[in-house]
């Protein structure tokens, strides 16, 4: 592991990235380690977790999570997302979750460990599953500005069809925070799925990466920005009747592009099984939960 230093720890107010960056890239030769402009990209091995603990306690920084349980998906994934989460997100740290719902009172009961509370948000259920997708993305602007940005100094935002079963994190916190996606990462750029009509404001000819909207975070402010240019991205769109490929992961995309995230996640936060379990996927930290599109979506 390289030397950690870190000056002048007790008077910083500001979470800065350069300051308390301890991470070994030569630990993992095996994968790519760095972007291209030269954000990390974390992966097992390259960080030690008590060093980062230790710095963002002393930071005190909070973090924020933001989940959608809408329609079915309440029953069907939420106690286990919120469950498997209490075990292994941010453990340390103050977190406040933001559970955005159309069934307030079907929230499941939850033991919440000390410095974890909760807030609950009532949203509209719209009539296809795509539009609760992309309209996250204005419903999470809205709370970050309303409350969030008074308690929390991070944001990460998440799908809830997922359950953690490793470690995730405070050497995820970032300025602006994306992943990669599992089934996308060891692909060459022309196998991306960005979306290619030039109608739409998600348009890409090719790009850096291809980011998995199931995990996106960073600073209070940079995910209100990212979240109200994709909004407003998709809402253009929709004034030209054109709806991205993938919706807010193609707008989402195109953001990432074009504002390139100070840190990278690997596939480790966020993996899907059903691919296998290749040699540099060491840890699994969290995974998709089994897809039952057709019984929960609606129409």
């Known amino acids: 592991m390289e030397k950690f230093t870190w000056n002048n720890a007790k008077t910083m107010t500001r979470y800065t990235e350069k300051d308390i960056d301890s991470l070994s890239f030569s630990s993992r030769l095996d994968i790519q380690t760095r972007t291209t402009w030269g954000a990390p990209i974390i ?50 740290l103050p977190v406040k979750y933001y559970v955005f719902t159309d069934m307030p009172e079907k929230l499941p009961n939850i033991k919440l460990a000390p410095q974890r509370t909760m807030k609950v948000i009532h949203v509209e259920r719209h009539s296809r599953w795509q539009d609760i997708s992309m309209m996250r993305m204005k419903s999470i602007a809205d709370i970050i500005e309303s409350d969030i940005r008074q308690h929390c100094t991070h944001v990460f935002c998440f799908d809830v069809d997922q359950v953690f079963t490793g470690r995730f994190g405070s050497e995820a916190l970032g300025d602006s925070v994306a992943l990669l996606h599992a089934h996308f990462y060891r692909l060459p750029v022309k196998r991306f799925t960005y979306d290619h009509n030039p109608k739409s404001k998600a348009y890409m000819e090719t790009g850096d990466f291809y980011y998995h909207a199931a995990v996106f975070g960073g600073s209070w402010e940079s995910v209100k920005a990212m979240t109200e240019a994709c909004y407003q991205s998709i809402m253009e769109d929709k004034e030209n009747k054109v709806e991205a490929l993938w919706h807010d992961e193609s707008h989402l995309n195109k953001y990432l592009w074009l504002h390139k995230p100070s840190k990278v996640l690997s596939p480790e936060y966020c993996w899907d099984t059903s691919i296998g379990s290749p040699s540099e996927i060491r840890v699994k930290r969290l995974l998709w939960a089994p897809k039952k599109y057709g019984e929960l979506r609606v129409p």
């Open 43 to 92: 992966w097992e091995g390259m960080f030690d977790p008590y060093i980062y603990d230790a710095i963002h306690k002393n930071l005190r920084s909070s973090v924020a999570l933001t989940v959608f349980a809408v329609g079915r998906y309440l029953d069907a994934y939420l106690w286990t997302f919120l469950n498997s989460s209490e075990h292994h997100f941010m453990l340390g």
